[in-house]
């Protein structure tokens, strides 16, 4: 069959690599791509924003199954545009619809859903401009540190974690009146800090049926023991030690069900991934934040890991059939070492000449910022320009590996973690 995905980054090149596995994979493209992606379909060169002409493209090119790898074509609602197309509407469709995925649209909207239907969750409060000083009071007393998230996309760069009340009133006030993560930011949710393992649970569900794909964490922070600014993430491993076959049960029973339950419950359709972000607490999951899309660079060392057919599991989520699938896990260990530009979550240079990748062994490399130059030099274009993933028996085998090849690849100003996985050595 014909395949769309929609994306450019590490997240998506690793589901081109899966989908290409399968024989029931006949023409892939990848909208818009990267210099990874193209060896594997065809990259197009259409905003994925732009739904006229990524309908007109699905009609021309006979796409019988669009998977949607980034959360803000779902959030506008490219799912609707499609299902109110008379001749769009029969395709395969892989995400959830607009409301759907206001789960990762809205922190708010996402507090507010989980207050309702009994999910596990820090306390929090939310504010705006109509009562910032409200906010500003509840500040003054609030216990610390002090976690404060723009309701909105913000790259996944909206959160601040605040270590004093006056930062934190400093830092409302810029997110609020000066819109320091612009519209994200006009709306703030105030939580209470939780203090335990970050990790991330992968739903996929048809509506109805659900599975649990492989759990993973992912490194946020730019700095090595987790110090400096939040980052889209520097890297991920899975699975992880204490997220065993009980703990995944506590998750699935206090969780999972009743987020599947009370998205029916609330009558959305919600047809694709949920990423959910936990803490665990003393051995309890708590929620931090869902995401209406598989995580980035968590897909890289989650995907690599699933060995059953991914067009069928695909097209078991679009079709409500996902309870006839077997799910397949390879249990060893998965890690992945992001490569960024210098200056990244900041201001970073793109376009350098990336170098080094024919010496990489062992390991996959997955483009996340790349593009082709006009003498065919593969060039960073991005803040993080590839993701390193390799397989081992235990976490330290797998990350020595990762290591190993992340010194072998170049660019002008390139960094890393070497730490990813620390807590766990």
Not at 110 to 125: D, E, L, N, W
């Amino acid at each position: 069959m014909n395949i769309l995905l929609i994306g450019s980054g590490g997240r998506e090149h690793a589901f081109s690599m899966q989908l290409c596995k399968s024989k029931l994979c006949s023409k892939l493209y990848i909208m818009p791509g990267n210099a990874g992606t193209a060896s594997l379909g065809v990259n197009v060169a259409i905003n994925p924003l732009d739904f006229d002409s990524v309908g007109l493209f699905c009609i021309e090119n006979k796409i019988e199954l669009l998977i949607v790898g980034p959360e803000d074509p779902l959030v506008k609602g490219i799912r609707d545009y499609f299902e109110a197309h008379e001749q769009l509407k029969n395709i395969a469709f892989v995400g959830p619809d607009s409301i759907g995925a206001q789960m990762e649209g809205s922190k708010d909207w996402s507090k507010v859903f989980m207050q309702k239907h009994g999910i596990p969750t820090a306390a929090y409060k939310t504010f705006t401009s109509e009562n910032l000083q409200e906010g500003i009071d509840y500040l003054s007393n609030h216990s610390l540190p002090i976690v404060l998230k723009a309701d909105g996309l913000a790259a996944g760069k909206g959160v601040l974690i605040c270590e004093t009340r006056e930062e934190a009133i400093k830092e409302l006030d810029l997110m609020i009146s000066e819109k320091k993560f612009g519209s994200a930011s006009t709306k703030v949710v105030v939580e209470e800090f939780l203090k335990g393992i970050e990790l991330s649970v992968f739903v996929l569900t048809d509506g109805k049926n659900y599975q649990i794909l492989p759990s993973a964490k992912d490194y946020k922070r730019i700095g090595e023991a987790d110090a400096g600014l939040n980052t889209g993430g520097m890297g991920a491993i899975s699975p992880l030690p204490f997220a065993n076959e009980a703990y995944i049960k506590k998750v699935e029973d206090r969780i999972i069900k009743p987020t599947i339950n009370g998205l029916q419950a609330d009558g959305i359709n919600y047809v694709g991934f949920i990423f959910i972000g936990l803490m665990n607490v003393n051995e309890e999951p708590f929620v931090i934040e869902y995401n209406s899309r598989m995580g980035d660079p968590e897909t890289e060392v989650v995907l690599p890991r699933i060995q059953t057919d991914f067009v069928e599991l695909m097209m078991a989520t679009a079709t409500g059939s996902l309870n006839e699938i077997s799910l397949q896990i390879d249990s060893r260990t998965a890690t992945t070492i992001m490569l960024v530009s210098k200056g990244y979550p900041e201001d970073y240079e793109k376009g350098k000449v990336i170098s080094g990748m024919e010496l990489v062994n062992d390991s996959i490399l997955f483009h996340a910022g790349t593009k082709f130059g006009e003498n065919g030099d593969i060039l960073s274009n991005g803040g993080r320009v590839m993701a390193i993933t390799s397989f081992g028996n235990t976490i330290a085998e797998a990350l020595a590996i990762s290591n190993k090849n992340a010194a072998l690849v170049q660019f002008e100003n390139k960094y890393y973690r070497r730490d990813i996985g620390y807590e766990f050595l």
